[in-house]
């Protein structure tokens, strides 16, 4: 599937508003590819509002949501580990809490840094330059187990 960012930015608002956390989606592909602007956007659909700086330093940013009319509450965890120089640091930042959240959407761009550290229910959203200009994108979707499902490919752009 190929998509346009105005698509992809469509897609992820809806993941944002309709996953059931817990899910842990990595996001794979090369700089550039897209990771962080499809992080944002599920982020937006999940209700954050606040500016989402790249993790590039602070390797791991967690977001509260407000909770649902069914009185829950949910979070939504954005980490890059391109940084991470092997799956050992990962215990200096906190990973088991992160795979592990019961109540968040956990969005991890370089998840292969992880290694086998990765959680065994999970999304993996791959994504590649398609070329042939105008900015469009290869896009993969996995799963891994049995994740919570999510809305299909395509969502119309609005
Ligand atoms: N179809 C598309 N989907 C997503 N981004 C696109 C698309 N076409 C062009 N772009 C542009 O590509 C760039 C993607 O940047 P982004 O920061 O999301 O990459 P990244 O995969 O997170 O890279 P990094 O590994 O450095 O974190 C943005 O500037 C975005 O505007
Ligand atoms: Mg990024």
């Known amino acids: 599937m190929n998509v346009t960012e105005a698509e992809l930015v469509a897609w992820g608002r809806r993941v944002g508003r309709e996953v059931r956390p817990p899910v842990f989606i990595g996001l794979r592909g090369p700089l550039g590819a897209g990771k962080s602007v499809l992080a944002r956007a599920v982020a937006e659909g999940a ?55 019961e109540e968040a959407i956990v969005l991890v761009e370089w998840p292969e840094r992880a290694g086998r550290h990765l959680p065994q229910e999970r999304w993996e959203v791959h994504l590649r330059c398609a070329g042939g200009g105008g900015g469009r994108r290869e896009i993969e979707v996995k799963p891994f187990g049995g994740p919570p499902p999510l809305p299909g490919f395509p969502a119309r752009a609005r």
């Not at 940013?61 to 980490?79: K, L, P, Q």
Request: proline share 5%; hydrophobic share 35%.
């Open 47 to 101: 209700g954050v509002c606040e500016y989402m700086p790249s993790p590039t330093f602070n390797l791991v940013f967690r977001y509260e949501v407000g909770g649902d009319e069914s009185g829950g509450h949910s979070a939504v965890i954005h980490a890059d580990l391109y940084r991470l120089r092997s799956p050992e640091e990962l215990a200096g930042i906190g990973w088991d809490d992160v795979a592990g959240d």
